[in-house]
């Protein structure tokens, strides 16, 4: 079953807690991407990565960081200064820069509590 | 920042019935995707027209594109109840970040 996975699908988190939404896709792509969601909004870029051991910063990415050890994973840490992180949380991946299409996980949703 | 804006934001309309949403973007771009999202779940790719296409068909879908306008139209026809859901279109302007995203259209399709 090929795929992208997200886990978990509900994250909750305390005040100054740093938490970490996990990506993993066995679809053998190269680029993988990490975006935020709204309600009634769009998708803003966190971060992304073209290859592994390499990642960039996207329009939001003040408060999150990375990282990118392995082809397969790309796991997104929501940091504590981050100050509002409750939002849906979509990772996406494709098979190369050059390969526009875009994969995506099922979103995990994170609440502050 | 967000380049594509589909218009309109919100729209009703009864099954089998054709529905028509549009987008709008600001700069040069080297394809155009329109993505599927429902309810509290991810995005599935629907369709990607180039540059150099004028339009596209995917079974009940057509996609056009005005690059003198900078516009596209997604057009689904005989809708069904299971269309209902958020389209967006996503540019790809050749960055290395990747594609940009509309805030969508919120599709309802009354039974």
């Known amino acids: 079953d090929g795929g992208i996975t997200q886990s978990p699908k509900y994250l909750f988190r305390k005040e100054g807690q740093n938490v970490t939404l996990s990506c993993e896709q066995n679809?053998?792509?190269?680029?993988m991407y990490w975006y935020r969601q709204d309600p009634g909004q769009g998708l803003r870029l966190i971060y992304y990565s073209q290859i592994v051991n390499d990642f960039q910063k996207g329009d939001i990415a003040e408060g999150y960081s990375v990282s990118r050890e392995k082809k397969e994973s790309f796991p997104l840490t929501v940091t504590s200064a981050q100050k509002n992180p409750t939002a849906f949380y979509l990772c996406?991946?494709?098979?190369?820069?050059?390969?526009?299409?875009?994969?995506f996980g099922p979103g995990t949703r994170l609440l502050v509590l | 920042s967000q380049q594509g804006e589909e218009d309109p934001q919100a729209l009703s309309i009864q099954e089998g019935e054709n529905a028509t949403m549009n987008c709008s973007y600001k700069t040069s771009i080297n394809n155009l995707q329109w993505y599927r999202q429902n309810s509290g779940r991810g995005l599935v790719h629907l369709i990607l027209i180039r540059s150099n296409e004028r339009e596209k068909h995917s079974g009940r879908l057509r996609v056009t594109l005005d690059t003198s306008k900078k516009s596209s139209s997604l057009l689904i026809t005989a809708s069904r109840a299971a269309d209902t859901a958020s389209y967006f279109c996503?540019?790809?302007?050749?960055?290395?970040?990747?594609?940009?995203f509309g805030k969508g259209t919120h599709l309802i399709i009354q039974p």
């Open positions: 996406a991946s494709s098979i190369s820069r050059v390969q526009e299409t875009q994969y």
């Open positions: 679809l053998n792509h190269d680029a």
């Open positions: 996503a540019t790809d302007g050749g960055g290395a970040d990747g594609l940009t």
